[in-house]
T-cell receptor, first 110, second 115 residues
Framework: SQQGEEDPQALSIQEGENATMNCSYK?????LQWYRQNSGRGLVHLIL?????REKHSGRLRVTLDTSKKSSSLLITASRAADTASYFC??????????FGEGTQLTVNP | GAVVSQHPSRVICKSGTSVKIECRSL??????MFWYRQFPKQSLMLMAT?????????EQGVEKDKFLINHASLTLSTLTVTSAHPEDSSFYIC???????????FGPGTRLTVT
């Protein structure tokens, strides 16, 4: 069963704006990962944040993790039309098994 | 980086037939692989964990006799959807952990349509 919930389910913004997506989970985790999926395609790994980390950056991506609230956020700064995709958080509990959130469909309008 | 391939990328089959989907790790060995199913506009649901040389571990609610998994080598896992029905139409994705426990590589997915 899915333990992750993401909000918003859909987000539409203009190019240049920032996009923030949130993810909540229910159990203890080893790490939390964010993935991107273009329509009908496979997943692309974006960033991983470990349970003992609070914030991580990678290019235009910023991820935060609050283990006390069991939540994470993904911020994409200065968005581009090419960022249009579905974004999923995934938590790893044990044995490399990932549990995915419901996902956020991001549309960046040119 | 490590690459995982899937074959076929798309398959259309008739109701009642069986379909086999392959997942290969191309430049690394994978003693474990994972199979996910994704319905349109939904998230990925883990179906089973494929273990090389032993039986697969299925998630609750997934019928092991309908979704046969074979992991005969360190680079290949197969998922066979037996007696497929239209409700089995979905996007099937496999993944394999990399050398580090934090790495996981996903295949490009297989779109199954059962008519």
């Amino acid at each position: 069963s899915q333990q992750g919930e993401e909000d918003p389910q859909a987000l539409s913004i203009q190019e240049g704006e920032n996009a923030t997506m949130n993810c909540s989970y229910k159990t203890s985790i080893n790490n939390l990962q964010w993935y991107r999926q273009n329509s009908g395609r496979g997943l692309v790994h974006l960033i991983l944040i470990r349970s003992n980390e609070r914030e991580k950056h990678s290019g235009r991506l910023r991820v935060t993790l609050d283990t006390s609230k069991k939540s994470s956020s993904l911020l994409i700064t200065a968005s581009r039309a090419a960022d249009t995709a579905s974004y999923f958080c995934a938590t790893e509990t044990s044995g490399s098994r990932l549990t995915f959130g419901e996902g956020t469909q991001l549309t960046v309008n040119p | 980086g490590a690459v995982v391939s899937q074959h076929p990328s798309r398959v259309i089959c008739k109701s009642g037939t069986s379909v086999k989907i392959e997942c290969r790790s191309l430049d690394f060995q994978a003693t474990t692989m994972f199979w996910y199913r994704q319905f349109p506009k939904q998230s990925l649901m883990l179906m089973a964990t494929s273990n090389e040389g032993s039986k697969a571990t299925y998630e609750q609610g997934v019928e092991k006799d309908k979704f046969l998994i074979n992991h005969a080598s360190l680079t290949l896992s197969t998922l066979t959807v037996t007696s497929a029905h239209p409700e089995d139409s979905s996007f099937y994705i496999c993944s394999a952990p990399g050398r580090s426990s934090y790495e996981q590589y996903f295949g490009p997915g297989t779109r199954l349509t059962v008519t």
